[in-house]
């Protein structure tokens, strides 16, 4: 039986939850009914009186018992489902049910990873899924190699990036890094909130590595997250380098770099694999190898791409990236995780030592020389969920075969829908897709007209598209993320932009 003061965990924690979860679960049911397509219709102002209209006042006098219920349904009948193969504007994706229930596994036992006697278990799962994550992206080494300095040393030819055939599986493993003596030769990772806590951390350790003067070099196609970072860690204005083709130009990179005085490591390249607007890796082999040369630190933010490291058709795609310092990775993007669900994979441990914080209620001197694990160095923030455990459950349950399928099923779905867009007349095509993005107007169409197609499609429900300035002129962009999105689905959002489109 549960009470409205019933506790999610102990001994009677599963028996209050689960009439709880039922209820959850009709009212996500209605929901959906009600809502009837990607997204609740009539625009901004509709759509905000319909919450408030369903909610009321959200601190009563009195408590409503039926609270539950009213709220979740309102919610997801005014919510965007991005499981909705129309619902395709951001990297916004479905996430997987398995990872949903281990995230309220996660909630209920509600363990903080700012001490180790409030996370004994959530710690140790955190550090292997890191430790195997860091693994996809700097695969073990020839032991020749590992007497070479860090940093960047340009591609490895002969080993593919995301590790060899015959590494060690996905749950093996830990890697410990931060709070200086634990850390060891290998790779490590951090969990994050996702690409933009990932990103400032990459330029943060790079500052505490090289000093105040470090100055961050981008391409003009990078997140915004980045200039954001050394604004907001006090850094020199970012150089900013042409994309004229939507990835990074090598050959002004180099101009940039040999350009820019500084002694070695004063500068940080900060690649992109997998743009936000257009889905595009930068060429990494090239940037590595520049970097190398010029003996600048190289950041690349694979928020977006990192996961084609679990695809054995995509993943050459990725090829340069473990020659990077440090790497951002999403897994709420191509991951389908729930939010959120970010990491920074780190080339050398040692480098977050820089991390190391004391206070004495969480990581006492004593504690830690008696052999308390120290986690306040895993991370920028002090209370955190344990996000390793639905990542890890993912993980264990799909394999790396598994995520491998879903990524490959939403690039596959970006090439069938730019083949169609292709061969109709009444579109055009930027570019095949590189990823799961594709871009597209209608022919003969000015921006005027394409900004209020999506707009009409917003405010009626019927689609979700995202927009994208390039080249000077503005595109629909269609972000495919879901799995199981089929042809049909394809062909009707087509039909449906070429329907709201003037003639």
Known sequence: MSTPSSLASGPEGPHALRPLLDTVLDALSEGTRARGGPLPSGGPDAVAARLRDAIGDVLPGQGDPDALRTVVRALTETTADPADPLCTAHLHCPPLAVATAADLAASALNPSLDSWDQAPGASELEALVTAALAREVFPARPAFEDEAPSGPTGVQGAEPPGGVEGAAPLQDGTGRGGGGENATAHPDALVTTGGTESNLAALLLAREAHGTGVRLVHGANAHHSLPRAAWLLGLPEPVVVPAPAGTLDPAALDDALTALPGPRGSLVVAATAGTTDAGLIDPLPEIAALCATHGARLHIDAAYGGALLFSDRYRNLLTGLDAADTVTLDLHKLGWQPVAAGLLAVRDPGDLAVLHHRADYLNADDDTEAGLPDLLGRSLRTSRRPDALK?????????????????????????????????????????????????????????????????????????????????????????????????????????????????
């Open 391 to 503: 990542i890890a459950v993912t993980l264990r349950t799909l394999g790396r075969t598994g995520l491998g399928r879903l990524v490959e099923q939403v690039c596959d779905n970006a090439h069938e829908f730019a083949a169609l867009v292709d061969d109709h007349p009444g579109f055009e095509l930027y570019d095949r897709p590189t990823l799961s993005t594709v871009l597209f107007r209608p022919a003969h169409a000015g921006d005027d007209t394409v900004a209020a197609v999506r707009r009409r499609l917003l405010t009626d429900g019927r689609a979700v598209l995202g927009r994208a300035r390039i080249d000077g002129r503005l595109w629909l962009k269609a972000t495919l993320l879901n799995p199981r999105t089929r042809p049909d689905d394809l062909a009707a959002l087509l039909k449906l932009v070429e329907g709201n489109t003037p003639g």
